[in-house]
Structure formats: structure tokens, C-alpha cells
């Protein structure tokens, strides 16, 4: 399975503002996807993300407060935008393996006062 | 009704107990089925994928029932090191992309 790293891994935000969340992989890869993951809840889908081409948002998020960069295959980044408390959560990055199952990055832990 | 339904837990069992975590899915649809472990504050790590004829890795044996619509995961003699939530995950085939959906897990305790 790849090596999947994320930076920050955790943050403490003021509300308003934003945080973007790197994940890089060890090897080139098509699609990465990113999760989020509320105290208490189990993963949700946020985007897709495809190199070269517009992510594609799962309902209930958006462009304008979730973008996403994929310059390359083995990078992305997504950013929190104009954050609020309810944003707090942790933020996962993954891609598919073999069988379409997921490998997750270690996370990025946000907290937002 | 959620499309992927857990019981929350937590199964709290001594040492060496077997245990064994139900998980029903709501799309008859749904093709493919894992088992994941989560350690808490950490990421979610796949633990098994699960077959149709069931399969076995170890102490640990994972089940289909597509006419009941329910994936099963059993452990064998409990270590402490199990401890953790273990994921329930579904892949859904809609047109030509899939959807994985998540089960909010069920809290396994192992104590001494």
C-alpha cells in the first residue's frame, strides 16, 4: 500500500480564517480523495480529486469552502475556508487501492476557536 | 434507515474472549465489503477485505450474508491490542464510479 503523509497533523484556527492541509503520497496515483471525520461520527466523503482535472464534490460540500489543488499525481491539497467551530474535525487524505478500498494518511486533527 | 448500520459498542470482554461485531447495509446493490480498524486519534487501517464464501486471517474471520444484507467480523482469543473501533465499510456501484460508505464503527474494549 502507499506511504501517505499529511501536514499540518494537528491545528488550532481562529474562526474566519483559513487552513490548507497537505497530503503528499509516495507513489503516482490517479484519484485521491478527501474525508472528514466528526468527533464522535464516522467518515464522510468530501471530494474527489483528479490531476488535471476539477475535483468533484460529494453533496452538502463546496467549492468555495472546501477548494482543492491536485497539481500533480502525487500531491493535493485541501483547504478549510472562512473556518467555524463546526468545521472542527479531522481531515483525511487517502487513495484506492487494488480493490477500491481506501488507504488513509494519518490525518490532520483541526480545532477551531 | 443509514445505509450502513453498527452497533456503537462497546464490547467489553476479558482477554482470550471471542467476539464477534454485526454490520447490516440497506443497498442490496452494494458489491464489495471491508473491515476496518481505527486506534483511537489515529487514521482508519484496512483490516479485511470480506468474500463471499468468508474468509480468515488469522484470529480473525470475517462473513457475508448478501440475502440478509449483513457483513460479520469474529475475533478470536481477544488480545488487549485489539482494542479499538472497527469500521464496517460498504462499496457502492452507481453508474460508472463507486461510493464507500462508512459505518460509525463499534468500540471493542479488551481488558486484562
Known amino acids: 500500500s502507499a506511504v501517505i503523509s499529511q501536514k499540518p497533523s494537528r491545528d488550532i484556527c481562529q474562526r474566519g480564517t483559513s487552513l490548507t492541509i497537505q497530503c503528499q503520497v509516495d507513489?503516482?496515483?490517479?484519484?485521491m480523495f478527501w474525508y472528514r471525520q466528526q468527533p464522535g461520527q464516522s467518515l464522510t466523503l468530501i471530494a474527489t480529486?483528479?490531476?488535471?482535472?476539477?475535483?468533484?464534490?460529494e453533496s452538502g460540500f463546496v467549492i468555495d469552502k472546501f477548494p482543492i489543488s491536485r497539481p500533480n499525481l502525487t500531491f493535493s491539497t485541501l483547504t478549510v475556508s472562512n473556518m467555524s467551530p463546526e468545521d472542527s474535525s479531522i481531515y483525511l487524505c487517502?487513495?484506492?487501492?487494488?480493490?477500491?478500498?481506501?488507504?488513509f494518511g494519518p490525518g490532520t486533527r483541526l480545532t477551531v476557536l | 434507515r443509514k445505509e450502513v448500520e453498527q452497533d456503537p459498542g462497546p464490547f467489553n470482554v476479558p482477554e482470550g474472549a471471542t467476539v464477534a461485531f454485526n454490520c447490516t447495509y440497506s443497498?442490496?446493490?452494494?458489491?464489495?465489503f471491508f473491515w476496518y480498524r481505527q486506534d483511537c486519534r489515529k487514521e482508519p487501517k484496512l483490516l479485511m477485505s470480506?468474500?463471499?464464501s468468508g474468509n480468515e486471517d488469522g484470529r480473525f474471520t470475517a462473513q457475508l450474508n448478501r440475502a440478509s444484507q449483513y457483513i460479520s467480523l469474529l475475533i478470536r482469543d481477544s488480545k488487549l491490542s485489539d482494542s479499538a473501533t472497527y469500521l464496517c465499510?460498504?462499496?457502492?456501484?452507481?453508474?460508472?464510479?463507486?461510493?464507500?460508505?462508512f459505518g460509525s464503527g463499534t468500540r471493542l474494549l479488551v481488558r486484562p
Open positions: 487517502s487513495v484506492e487501492g487494488d480493490y477500491n478500498e481506501q488507504f
Open positions: 507513489s503516482q496515483v490517479t484519484m
Open positions: 480529486a483528479n490531476q488535471g482535472s476539477e475535483a468533484t464534490y
Open positions: 443497498n442490496s446493490a452494494s458489491q464489495s
Open positions: 470480506v468474500y463471499s
Open positions: 465499510v460498504v462499496i457502492l456501484w452507481m453508474d460508472s464510479s463507486y461510493k464507500l460508505i
